[in-house]
């Protein structure tokens, strides 16, 4: 089957760093996407990886390792806003975005 | 604003209802999805629609009815739920359903509770 693993919570401080993994096993990949949610609000787009290394947009960064089926967000310089959930999503081989349950972030001051 | 509009944003109905969702994308994508966020599950996807033909039904149960009568909209009908329908259910739009960067947008959902 196909499965998307990630921690179901983390908490960290703000101004800190934090790293939120995410491993997959996937029919083929075709490139992974990252999403914040907030609570009570729609996903929106964060990043996508196709190939291996690292891509960064301001404070935030994704990284991928195909080859170990790897992905991890860096969020630099927490802010209280970036409480929400972190999704990652795996496109597989028919090209289906197959989803994890999320990462919840805490922020705490 | 993402684009994308759901209504209603919140929906209450009894077991014996019928109701409808609807969903508008401002954006001019070609593509368009059901989806159902239970709390700690990863998002479901129900329905995707290309170019108004339904390319996926991921074994959705029959109770569910989507119609998509052109690019820009999409229905989600309901009738005779369970308790266990009782969920989020997102609307997203992207340009094609063919894969590389193409993101979804989101609309801000339906908060449905089945009663």
């Known amino acids: 089957g196909q499965n998307i693993d990630q921690p179901t919570e983390m908490t960290a401080t703000e101004g800190a760093i934090v790293q939120i993994n995410c491993t997959y096993q996937?029919?083929?990949?075709?490139?992974l996407f990252w999403y914040q949610q907030h609570a009570g609000e729609a996903p929106t787009f964060l990043s996508y990886n196709v190939l291996d290394g690292l891509e960064e947009k301001g404070r935030f960064s994704s990284f991928l390792s195909r080859s170990k089926g790897y992905s991890y967000l860096l969020l630099k310089e927490l802010q209280m806003k970036d409480s929400a959930s972190y999704l990652c999503?795996?496109?597989?081989?028919?090209?289906?975005?197959?989803w994890g349950a999320g990462t919840k972030l805490i922020i705490k001051p | 604003e993402t684009g994308v509009t759901q209504t209603p944003r919140h929906l209450v109905m009894g077991m014996t209802n019928k109701k409808s969702l609807k969903c508008e994308q401002h954006?001019?994508?070609?593509?368009m999805y059901w989806y159902k966020q239970s709390a700690k599950k990863p998002l479901e996807l129900m329905f995707v629609?290309?170019?108004?033909?339904?390319?996926e039904n991921n074994s959705v149960p029959s109770r569910f009815s989507p119609e998509c009568p052109n690019s820009s909209h999409l229905f989600l009908h309901l009738h005779t739920l369970q308790p266990e329908d009782s969920a989020l259910y997102l609307c997203?739009?992207?340009?094609?359903?063919?894969?590389?960067?193409?993101?979804?947008?989101f609309g801000p959902g339906t908060r449905l509770t089945v009663t």
């Open positions: 996937t029919s083929g990949f075709n490139g």
């Open positions: 999503a795996v496109t597989d081989s028919n090209y289906q975005l197959i």
């Open positions: 629609y290309s170019l108004e033909e339904r390319v």
């Open positions: 997203a739009s992207s340009q094609s359903i063919a894969g590389g960067p193409d993101e979804q947008y």
């Open positions: 954006l001019g994508h070609n593509a």
